[in-house]
């Protein structure tokens, strides 16, 4: 009897973490990935720039690989893309605001060979055995959709990231009348992202911020306002210029991304902006400051954005004083608090008053909490569930909510990253695990999560460095001079002198002349290490040079 395929679901990234969402679906031949996300470093990783998935499962089956698709423009969704893409190359799907972002991304990586096809919620696509229709969904960015994938084992549910908006700012609904058409047809397998399962209740409506934003420019009649936000999050931003025209204001925005962000939606439909609304951060000194909104990046603090630079005074666009009122339309993505909370000091020292989400309802979730998860699994009622796009805590818990709405405990799988389940009509279950974690970007990018560079800079950065060099003459060998350099290390001028004299000592038995240098170098780094230990009780990265004169 002819063996029955099962769906292999692979987790490259986005379970067990916010983050780097990355899944991909193979049956026989053919690979469909959802999703090419990136995440942001933590602080035990002095210098890397972002973290991506390690692809190498898809790279060895590069032939297998139909398309990408892309359930709408985050970062965490779209981030990994232009790597990803040098690697495999295969078409991207996504509606028009994903592509937009994405092809601004692939132009600073110089990649035009990528074939980027748009499509509409509501409609449906075939690639290989699989076919996905694309759902709206309510999202904290236009253009989001859900994915219904049919193939040949059934038809398998991923909700993206989505909330259920009854007032949208822009757009459609969720598309709630299309999910439960599918669940009532019967899905087999539901994906659903968990970020928000710890909250209670439903998320509150992006019309609300407008409210709140409009008692906010009422309130600062006389003020000139300086409202940050994500770029991305062309609603929040489209609310903010109509309150411009409404209170009469001109607007500026600052930042690369933000300047970036706001062409691509106006040019594809996505913002619309008045004429003569928006003037050059060049100009505003033109007008006077309650005639003013600046709209500006830098929600997290992130030290080179325009907002971090005019709270520490070295953004000279933008000088901020007593006549403003800074409103941080943002959540706080956990691990940034201190350099938000910085930014937040550095502006009242100032003198400008700022609003933040703790204080004023600025900014809402986009991500559907328990009430809104419940819904949607109810309506899809799914024979299997997989919780995705959390930590495990979030998961966990998706997994028991999931059990009080009837899906069986033995039909739900909380994967790892590199877990693949194996999906037939009638079961799911673990199958082989396959090579995947983190890649570290850095400009070039970094092979291991445990490379030998990351532990030298936390070194490095924790310790200070001590330069050691030794200059030998070319034809005897003799000694010529020493020198030592610190850096990062506080030593007293005592120490260095006896630290010259230790480094002369320890290569006396040394034959400099036949010396391969390693020697020489070992006992450099042995005679000094134990002494700045007993002098400064650190243990800096020795670092010994060896010169021919
Ligand atoms: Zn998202
Ligand atoms: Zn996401």
New binding site residues.
């Given amino acids: 009897m002819k063996k029955q395929n099962t769906l292999k679901i692979r987790f490259l990234g986005g379970v067990g973490e916010v983050g780097k969402n990355m899944t991909a679906f193979e049956y026989g031949n053919d690979i469909i990935v959802v999703d090419a996300g990136l995440s942001f470093p933590t602080e035990e990783m002095p210098g890397v720039d972002l973290l991506i998935p390690d692809t190498t499962y898809l790279e060895e089956n590069k032939n297998k690989i139909k398309g990408y698709i892309i359930t ?1 423009g ?1 970062e ?2 779209i981030g990994a893309l232009s790597y990803v893409l040098k690697d495999v190359n295969a078409p991207v799907f996504g509606t028009r605001l994903t592509l937009t972002l994405i092809e601004n991304k692939l132009k600073e990586h110089r990649l035009n060979s990528v074939s980027l096809n748009s499509i509409r919620a509501g409609s449906s696509i075939k690639l290989g055995c699989f076919n996905i229709e694309f759902i709206n969904v309510n ?3 236009a253009g989001a959709v859900a994915l219904a994938i049919t193939t040949p084992v059934g038809v398998v549910f991923h909700t993206g ?1 989505f909330k259920i908006d009854y007032t949208p700012v822009a757009g459609e609904y969720t598309d709630l009348a299309r999910i439960s058409e599918l669940g009532k047809k019967g899905v087999l397998l539901m994906l659903s992202e968990s970020t928000n399962v710890e909250r209670e209740g439903y998320t509150v409506s992006e019309t609300v911020v407008g409210e709140t934003l409009d008692k906010v420019f009422n309130a600062n009649l006389d003020k000139r306002l300086i409202i940050a936000t994500f770029a991305s999050n062309v609603h929040r931003l489209q609310q903010i210029l109509d309150l411009a025209v409404k209170y009469k204001r001109k607007v500026a925005f600052s930042g690369r991304s933000m300047v970036n962000v706001v062409e691509s939606a106006k040019r594809i439909g996505e913002l619309y902006v008045a004429d003569n609304l928006i003037i050059d951060i060049d100009k505003i000194k033109n007008y006077r400051q309650e005639q003013i909104v600046v709209i500006s990046t830098g929600t997290q603090g992130e030290p080179m954005s325009a907002l971090t630079r005019m709270a520490t005074g070295e953004f000279n666009k933008v000088v901020v004083g007593a006549g403003d009122t800074v409103i941080m339309s943002s959540s706080v993505i956990p691990g940034n608090e201190k350099m938000i909370y910085n930014v937040i000091n550095n502006l009242y020292k100032k003198g400008a008053d700022v609003l933040y989400e703790t204080l004023e309802p600025i900014h809402v979730s ?1 991500h559907a909490c328990r009430e809104e998860l419940k819904i949607i699994l109810s309506l899809v009622k799914p024979k299997f569930f997989i919780p995705v796009h959390g930590e495990y805590r979030h998961l966990k818990k998706h997994a028991r909510l999931a059990t009080t709405l009837g899906v069986n405990e033995n039909n739900i799988l909380i994967p790892e990253i590199g877990s693949t389940v194996e999906l037939s009509s009638k079961s799911m279950k673990f199958g082989e695990p396959f090579k995947a974690g983190t890649r570290l970007v850095d400009g070039i990018e970094i092979d291991g999560s445990d490379s030998v560079v990351l532990r030298d800079r936390i070194h490095i950065s924790e310790d200070g460095i001590m330069v050691v060099v030794v200059c030998k003459d070319m034809l005897t060998g003799q000694l010529v001079s020493t020198e030592i350099i610190n850096k990062g290390i506080v030593i007293g001028d005592d120490t260095l002198t006896e630290l010259s004299s230790l480094l002369s000592k320890s290569l006396d038995g040394v034959d400099l002349h036949l010396d391969d240098g390693i020697t020489a170098k070992n006992h450099i780094r042995r005679s000094l290490k134990n002494y700045v230990f007993k002098k400064t009780k650190k243990n800096p990265m020795i670092l010994p040079i060896i010169m021919e004169v």
């Fill in positions: 709408h985050h965490d969704h999202h904290s960015i990231d986009g």
